[in-house]
């Protein structure tokens, strides 16, 4: 099993839609959880931290199961400018650095 | 408060050249970061440096050397350079090993 893992998509919505993103992690032991957000060319950004108890952040929800090592993205009301490439940042076994899943890109047209 | 900077943006070598990537941030960070980008690989980590005075290496160190000159600048250096070294460099910096990273722009680098 690949330490962190993504569905590369791409997800095409139209505007307005809900989506949900979904990453597992091999490592049980990891401790700090993150989605990142790369737009084209550019650098990551955080978007989220994710915490056990979920949270969420405007339209972004993300959600964390220890138990079953996922890690979940909900975007409601989808927007031209949530296309972008997210990844799933997830603390390595020894947690001394991230591991950056390959990325899950979503395109939301008009 | 510019955050991580990176030098240069870009760049071109031939096979065998060698050259230095810079990275600062003024943030006061703790940790700093490089990482390499390629199409369908992710990023992978190449080297890290959890303090100042200490460096380690990360999944793909191989061809590369780092430097963490202070608490602000943290260089990536390539010896004798390689086509398979083509790819996108970013510079990261954080707090600490599990807190948010913070990237730079990237620099991105072409080995003919």
């Known amino acids: 099993r690949k330490e962190v893992e993504q569905d590369p998509g791409p997800f095409n919505v139209p505007e307005g839609a809900t989506v949900a993103f979904n990453c597992t992690y091999s490592?049980?032991?990891?401790?700090?959880f993150f989605w990142y957000r790369q737009d084209c060319r550019k650098e990551p950004k955080l978007l989220m931290s994710?915490?056990?108890s979920g949270n969420e952040d405007g339209r972004f929800t993300a959600q964390l199961n220890r138990a079953s090592q996922y890690i979940s993205l909900l975007i409601r009301d989808s927007k031209l400018s949530d296309s972008a490439t997210y990844l799933c940042?997830?603390?390595?076994?020894?947690?001394?650095?991230?591991?950056f899943g390959k990325g899950t890109t979503l395109s939301v047209s008009s | 408060n510019a955050g991580v900077t990176q030098t240069p943006k870009f760049q071109v070598l031939k096979t065998g050249q060698s050259m230095t990537l810079q990275c600062a941030q003024d943030m006061n960070h703790n940790s700093m970061y490089w990482y390499r980008q390629d199409p369908g690989m992710g990023l992978r980590l190449i080297y890290y440096s959890a303090s100042e005075g200490t460096t380690d290496k990360g999944e793909v160190p191989n061809g590369y050397n780092v430097s963490r000159l202070n608490k602000r600048e943290f260089s990536l250096r390539l010896e004798s350079a390689a086509p398979s070294q083509t790819s996108v460099y970013f510079c990261?910096?954080?707090?600490?090993?599990?807190?948010?990273?913070?990237f730079g722009p990237g620099t991105r680098l072409t080995v003919l």
């Open positions: 490592n049980s032991a990891s401790q700090s």
């Open positions: 994710v915490y056990s």
């Open positions: 990261a910096s954080s707090a600490g090993y599990r807190d948010t990273q913070y």
């Open positions: 940042v997830v603390s390595n076994q020894a947690g001394t650095a991230l591991i």
